[in-house]
Every structure is written in C-alpha cells, then in structure tokens.
C-alpha cells in the first residue's frame, strides 16, 4: 500500500530564503507524485506533477521538486521565498488501486517571515 | 477547458438539520469524483469517492451520506447534522489515470451549532 509522510507540519523561513519542503513516499509500484498548495478557506491547486518523465519537475510560482527513488523522496524546493509563498502544501502519491484514489500527506504549513 | 464548481461557498445549519452540498464538473466525461473534508487543523480526509453514476464508495462510517445522479454531479448529504460534522468540504475530480492529478473546488465552509 501507498503512504505519504511529510517531515514538519511547520516550516518558518525569511523572505528570500530557499523553501525546502519534505516528503517521502512508500510504495510498492513505481509512484505518481503529487504536490498541492492551499491557501486559506480555498481548495487545493496543483504545483507539479511527478509522472516518470523526468527525476526533476518544474511547476508554477517558481516551485520544482526532485524524484529520488533510492531516498523514495520528493522533496519540494524554491529557491527564494515570497510572502505570498506562505501556504499549507501536501504531498500525495497515486494509489495503485483502481479507486483513483490519492493519498495525502498530512501536511506542512509554510510561514514566510519578512 | 474543465472546470469544477461547489457550493455554497459557507454554510451555518444548526445541530440536527439536514444538508446539502453540490458539486458540478464541466467540460469532461466519466470523471472520478470525490469528497474530502478538513477538520480545523487537520489534513485531508477522504469521504466518498465514485467512478460512476451511482457508483459510490465510502470510506469512513459517519451520518454523511454521497449520491451521484449523474455523470458529472456529485451531491453530499445529511439528515441530521452533528457538531462534530463542521469543517471545510473539498469537491474534486480526476480523470481515470493513475498519473492524472485532483482537481479541486473552492470548498464550502460548514459551521454546525
């Protein structure tokens, strides 16, 4: 079975200091990656996607995450925060079931200090 | 383009009254359909998924129920609302695929007093 765990449900960083977000991934078949960003009383919204076509995925606001199979991580990165970076974000890998399912991580709430 | 739609976007029902919360997916076929709630502080939980018309899969016992009259609706009921029923509900969809992502609403804030 899939399972996600994310390390620190609270990461503090200053303004322009490099966002360093962790998750590491369990599972049995060659995983689908997900990372999402909420903010505040709205739903979540896709930053990348891992999908085996590269180890290194770009996404939106400057975020990228690196696959490492041997370390089964995808940690999340951005090289220079800005407050409006300041958000929860949630690791998920695809279950390899036929529900559709993802499964999320418990979360990591970002503080952004000016 | 695809496009989600849910609401309302808050709702406050009193102990014991009935719900209600719709969701509406366009611009796709036969997607899977889901909902999640967050209680204050905590992550996401996974209520109800279908991948059909009335095709529907709970995950957890609880007084909510999920109904899907067609393709690319998805409704979230109760007959009596309990306190502990609050939180933030999150409609989302996803094309079958194991590498196609969730694509969520913008959630319904429900206050049960």
């Known amino acids: 079975a899939q399972s996600v765990t994310q390390l620190g449900s609270h990461v503090s960083v200053s303004e322009g200091a490099l966002v360093l977000l962790r998750c590491n991934y369990s599972?049995?078949?060659?995983?689908?990656l997900f990372w999402y960003v909420q903010y505040p009383n709205q739903g979540l919204q896709l930053l990348l996607k891992?999908?085996?076509?590269?180890?290194l995925v770009k996404g939106i606001n400057g975020f990228e995450a690196e696959f490492k199979k041997s370390e089964t991580s995808f940690h999340l990165t951005k090289p220079s925060a800005h407050m409006s970076d300041a958000a929860e974000y949630f690791c998920?890998?695809?279950?390899?079931?036929?529900?559709?399912?993802?499964?999320f991580g418990q979360g990591t709430t970002l503080q952004v200090k000016p | 383009s695809q496009t989600i739609h849910q609401w309302p976007a808050t709702l406050v029902q009193p102990v014991g009254s009935p719900l209600s919360l719709e969701c509406t997916v366009e611009?796709?076929?036969?997607?899977?359909l889901y909902w999640y709630r967050q209680a204050a502080g905590r992550g996401l939980q996974l209520l109800f998924y279908?991948?059909?018309?009335?095709?529907i899969s709970s995950e957890v016992p609880q007084n909510l129920s999920a109904s899907r009259p067609q393709d690319r609706q998805f409704i979230l009921s109760s007959k009596k609302l309990l306190l502990s029923d609050s939180g933030f509900y999150l409609c989302?969809?996803?094309?079958?695929?194991?590498?196609?992502?969730?694509?969520f609403g913008n959630g319904t804030r429900l206050t049960v007093t």
């Open positions: 989302a969809w996803r094309q079958t695929g194991h590498n196609s992502p969730l694509h």
């Open positions: 599972s049995s078949v060659p995983p689908y």
């Open positions: 891992y999908t085996s076509a590269a180890t």
């Open positions: 998920a890998v695809s279950s390899s079931s036929n529900t559709g399912k993802l499964i």
């Open positions: 611009g796709t076929s036969n997607p899977n």
């Open positions: 279908s991948v059909g018309i009335g095709q």
